[in-house]
């Protein structure tokens, strides 16, 4: 299986120089790790996301250039027949220090979230996948506690109907929610266009079940993962539950859900961890099951494979992704698969 994995570059939170979106080919059964390819020329590619039908990789980058910090940047992707990567074309984020990308599951729109417009930028993507003029969504506002004096949109999600979206905003911890237009080329805020998380929390980033019911909230500023049930309807998150994510102080990170909604797995810096819960299938709510080791320092992103057995865990700071085996009951278990690549930030299944 081949795994494109994006990094935080030179000047950037810790980033190492040069780097870019690595490619691996990985065998996780040896487990085995190659190096295809490194499409560098990028300013911190820190996330990527896939096209849902094209052979595509959308990455978005902290900024424009070295020089030039006041926006950040898309970049598109080109997968080749070979599996190999090009970059194809780069144009201007909206905003500045462009934190996530999420494409929705027509491919249709591409969204960005720049926490130093303080803004989120919704491209149109052609059925060639490129992308269009972006309408920008800002924000104003402040939270309860000092890191929170402005907006700090830090992630955008689409739900799997492809209906809403859902942005993240830790400074003003806020979930806000815009319905997808019918023709899917474009988002308006909702009728109900928010939800709150507890003041001073910092909303952080989004796991979306996929029945579409329920929706988790990892809280970057008080430890905590709050459950919201989801009315499709009218388009309203109702919490349902606030947990913490461990036992200690935490800063959690990703969330992300298993294919089957049974599980839910949040990385976690402080505890260098990854803490799995079990999800009632009924109500959603969460009961904590393992506190697992990422083996590593700052473990930023966690990605389950399309078969759910494989978990890799990127530790951003200690400069390596780490291979988990995931069993029957959504526990994590280290295989061995170790890939060095230096400041990790995401990564994708390929």
Request: charged share 15%.
């Amino acid at each position: 299986m081949r795994v494109a994995v994006g990094t935080f570059t030179d000047g950037f939170m810790g980033g190492a120089p040069g780097g870019g979106v690595h490619l691996f080919e990985l065998d996780p059964a040896e487990p085995s790790v190659r190096e295809v390819q490194v499409v560098g020329g990028l300013n911190s590619p820190s996330y990527l996301a896939r096209h849902p039908r094209l052979p595509l990789l959308y990455a978005a980058e902290r900024a424009w250039s070295a020089q030039d910090k006041s926006e950040g940047a898309l970049a598109r992707l080109a997968i080749g027949p070979d599996g190999t990567l090009s970059l194809l074309d780069r144009r201007r984020a909206g905003g500045a220090f462009s934190a996530h990308i999420a494409v929705s599951p027509d491919g249709g729109l591409c969204a960005l979230a720049n926490p130093l417009g303080p803004n989120m930028a919704v491209f149109p993507l052609s059925a060639e996948g490129l992308p269009g003029d972006p309408a920008c969504f800002g924000f104003a506002g402040q939270g309860a506690r000092p890191r929170q004096s402005a907006p700090w949109p830090h992630s955008c999600w689409f739900d799997a109907a492809g209906r809403r979206m859902f942005v993240c905003d830790l400074g003003l911890d806020r979930i806000s929610i815009y319905d997808v237009a019918a023709d899917g080329r474009g988002v308006a805020p909702a009728a109900f266009a928010q939800a709150q998380v507890s003041s001073g929390a910092g909303a952080r980033h989004m796991a979306l079940r996929g029945d579409g019911r329920f929706a988790y909230v990892a809280n970057e500023l008080d430890g905590t993962i709050s459950v919201f049930a989801i009315d499709d309807e009218r388009g309203t998150l109702t919490i349902v539950q606030t947990i913490p994510c461990a036992a200690q102080a935490s800063q959690p990170c990703e969330i992300v859900c298993d294919g089957a909604g049974r599980f839910l797995y949040v990385t976690l810096r402080g505890p260098e961890a990854v803490a799995v819960f079990a999800i009632d299938a009924q109500d959603g709510t969460l009961t904590p099951r393992q506190m697992a080791s990422c083996l590593g320092d700052t473990p930023r992103h966690i990605a389950l494979s399309p078969d759910g057995r494989l978990a890799l865990v990127s530790n951003q700071l200690s400069g390596q992704v780490m291979g988990f085996a995931v069993d029957a009951t959504g526990a994590l278990a280290p295989t061995g698969l170790v890939i060095p690549v230096p400041s990790p930030a995401c990564v994708v299944f390929l």
